[in-house]
């Protein structure tokens, strides 16, 4: 989830502890803070190894075993920095900053991304896929009651608060069930027999959802506005990464090999070739338009470099897609895609003339 909501959950929790009235802010303050704290493993990179922060991004810092250690390390560096301003005992401070460490891993499980929960006993990534890691409808109100509770001291925000952040993931479970049933019944319309449908949220909301599903080496992708009724929007396919097949020019015990490897774990597998790039491998699992196989990310090979690591490659290109995406969350029809003789056509018109004048 994005660090302010996880910063204003772990706030959530310290306060609903009963602070006394003096302690208000400090509780406050601490939860917030620890409540980000996890976070800090982003900052576990090479310069020489692109995908070391996939591996360790959710991994042991949001472990369930690691909480308490979490929670005394957040303490210790928050008791020296901020004892002259809130002067608690190290047990009051360490007791604010686990409630807020606690939160984090949790809430990063509501989401599509995968967290390591049960790290080190598995490397599992569970995500439940029941929040987007931005949603401003979960994020505002409980801003909104934190604030309330801080400031005036009134446990009844708090306790709002906390009730909110727990209910609002509950109708994204829901709506998760009922995007995957029309996942499931758009699959049997294809004849398909897919073993698993996943159910994604789309940006920022629980109304329009990705729904992903794998049948005869191919990865199929449709969108589902989950509103009264369900409506698909009909998305695009792709063949699954078949490393012998696709990159059967790839030595497999060469680095690029187990890069590969390692980018398939991250991504639990939905991952296929760029079409019309044989040298890119893409995430499938996330696009801007939740019927696109648009990836936000992807890694590069290098064929003549086996041994040279892979690139790892962010993509934001969102032009146009904005406006693309509020026309589905409201339920409206989608403009059909340009023809190859539009295109053509287009290509034609604005290319510039052969020779300008001299």
């Known amino acids: 989830m994005d ?10 929790a310290a306060q609903n502890l009963s602070p006394p009235r003096r302690h208000a802010a400090a509780a406050t303050a601490l939860g917030f803070l620890s409540g980000m704290a996890a976070d800090l493993d982003v900052l576990i990179r090479s310069s020489e190894d692109a995908l070391l922060f996939l591996e360790y991004h959710r991994q042991f810092t949001h472990s369930l075993i690691f909480i308490p250690l979490g929670a005394l390390l957040c303490a210790s560096v928050l008791q020296l920095l901020l004892a ?19 939160t984090h891993a949790l809430l990063d499980a509501c989401t599509t991304y995968g967290t390591q929960l049960l790290w080190p006993f598995s490397d599992a990534r569970i995500a439940w896929n029941v929040l987007s890691i931005i949603d401003p409808l979960y994020t505002l109100p409980i801003a909104a009651l934190v604030l309330l509770a801080q400031r005036g001291q009134r446990r009844w925000a708090a306790r709002a608060a ?23 019944a758009l699959a049997t319309s294809r004849d398909h027999h897919p073993e698993t449908v996943e159910a994604k949220p789309s940006f920022a909301n629980l109304l329009l959802w990705k729904t992903v599903y794998r049948d005869n080496g191919y990865f199929y ?39 590969v490897a390692r980018f398939q774990w991250f991504s639990k597998g939905y991952t296929a070739l760029q079409p019309g790039d044989p040298l890119r491998i893409i995430d499938i699992r996330y696009s ?41 969350l409201m339920g409206r029809e989608l403009p059909a895609p340009p023809t190859a003789a539009a295109v053509a056509t287009a290509k034609t018109q604005a290319a510039p003339p052969a020779s300008g004048p001299l």
């Open 288 to 328: 801007i338009l939740p019927h696109e196989l648009d990836a936000l990310w992807s890694i590069r090979l290098y064929p003549q470099h086996p041994e040279r690591g892979v690139d790892y490659q962010t993509h934001r290109n969102s032009t146009n897609k904005s406006a693309l995406l509020w026309q589905m």
């Open 3 to 12: 660090p302010l909501t996880q910063g204003l959950l772990g706030a959530t």
């Open 84 to 102: 002259r301003i809130w002067p608690l005992s190290f047990f009051r401070s360490t007791l604010y900053c686990a409630a807020g460490y606690a």
């Open 162 to 184: 906390l009730c909110w952040a727990l209910s609002y993931p509950l109708l994204g479970l829901v709506q998760r069930e009922r995007a995957e049933t029309a996942g499931w």
């Open 221 to 259: 992708v449709d969108a589902v506005r989950v509103g009264r009724q369900p409506q698909i929007y009909t998305g695009d396919a792709i063949a699954a990464l078949d490393p012998a097949r696709d990159l059967a020019w790839l030595p497999h015990d060469s680095r690029q090999a187990q890069d």
